[in-house]
């Protein structure tokens, strides 16, 4: 169910599976790339800020994408990633949180190369209360059918 | 060296040591949390836009963090992620390479809370033939000394 640039509609919605997060996760991810007590250690976050611990927000944004992927919208039609704006972490995620991805077309616009698009996906992370816990944008260059790596005798 | 809200200066500047990817590495994170041929597989990305295996933007993303938190500078004074601004992926990261982070600090200001203040740092990442890969801000909230989740009797 690829979607190719000239296919994705401005104001289309997507909605992702869920995924829920294990305190053994959390704490893996944080010991490899954000270790934070308030990510890595049970006992001294029972006594901080959040009264037990939180993922890292960056394992969130991971799960985020993975949660992207997942939708198979871009399975064949990614190019590349340009960036990320406005990330906000709204709300802390907590071991045994289930989230759910939805994400929006925002813009899309076409670029001076013939092969792919510009598209901003608003991505917007809930909780299994419904509550937004991240929200942010991603800028990507997509194919136009015909022209993806998949199909590389038309590319080059 | 732990660095709190008041004595952060705008304009400081610091400097991470090193860090290289390894193409195990690469792949691993690949295989968790952004599953896309260019990233997982050495066999097709030859074939593909980048000729050979290049590293998950996110994976660079929490690599560069994770060298900020290996300056010191908010080992005590970290409260909490607001969000991040502005992320862009300049060029691609390959196995091998070694990456350096510079970070500034952009810009400060108070909060209605009094135990805190919000720092814009931004993030340079560099390889080892000092290309910009990412850039990014990230818009932090910083504990006031006295108020640090390290000394919670003063706090509450």
């Not at 979607?3 to 599976?17: A, E, T």
């Amino acid at each position: 169910m690829s979607i190719f640039f000239d296919d994705f509609q401005v104001g289309q919605i997507f909605v992702s599976p869920g995924r829920t997060f294990t305190e053994a996760e959390i704490i893996s991810f944080a010991h490899s790339y954000d270790p934070q007590s308030m990510h890595l250690d049970r006992v001294s976050s029972e006594q901080g800020q959040f009264k037990g611990l939180i993922a890292s927000g960056f394992h969130t944004l991971n799960i985020a994408w993975w949660l992207f992927l997942r939708l198979g919208i871009v399975e064949q039609s990614m190019k590349i990633g340009i960036g990320i704006d406005e990330l906000r972490w709204n709300r802390p995620v907590r071991p045994g949180d289930t989230l759910t991805l939805t994400v929006e077309i925002a813009d899309k616009s076409i670029t001076s190369a013939e092969d792919c698009g510009r598209i901003y996906f608003a991505h917007t992370l809930k909780n299994e209360d419904l509550e937004v816990v991240m929200t942010y944008r991603s800028l990507n260059l997509i194919w136009r059918e015909g022209f993806s790596g998949k199909s590389r005798d038309s590319q080059e």
